[in-house]
Nanobody
Framework: QVQLVESGGGLVQAGGSLRLSCAAS????????MGWFRQAPGKEREFVAD????????DYADSVKGRFTISRDNAKNTVYLQMNSLKPEDTAVYYC??????????????WGQGTQVTVSS
């Protein structure tokens, strides 16, 4: 069982930055692919980014590529999402997720509770 707790959301102006954090309870955190999804009001949840256990593979949605960076600290059981050059269309609830494989191709079994990110124009 993996428990995930996100933090770092908030209100920011367009062009600004935020860093989200996700702390995991799993003793085997270092063996999981970790990632982020988001869901905007009235829209389906969408994949944002993920990173495998070693950090050797990283995947980004086209909409965030070049602006967002995912990273992890296995010693702290934490994954991060650095979001730069934020746009109003990035406004959503952001969810941390975990699985043993790619998060883009299969629905992950483990989810956090979500953190709100609001980007004002």
């Amino acid at each position: 069982q993996v428990q995930l707790v996100e933090s770092g959301g908030g209100l920011v102006q367009a062009g600004g930055s935020l860093r989200l954090s996700c702390a995991a309870s799993a003793r085997t955190f270092s063996k999981y692919t970790m990632g982020w999804f988001r869901q905007a009001p009235g829209k389906e949840r969408e994949f944002v980014a993920d990173q495998n256990w070693s950090g050797s593979r990283t995947d980004y949605a086209d909409s965030v590529k070049g602006r967002f960076t995912i990273s992890r600290d296995n010693a702290k059981n934490t994954v991060y999402l650095q979001m730069n050059s934020l746009k109003p269309e990035d406004t959503a609830v952001y969810y941390c997720a975990a699985d043993h494989g790619s998060l883009r191709t299969m629905t992950p079994p483990y989810w956090g509770q979500g953190t709100q990110v609001t980007v004002s124009s």
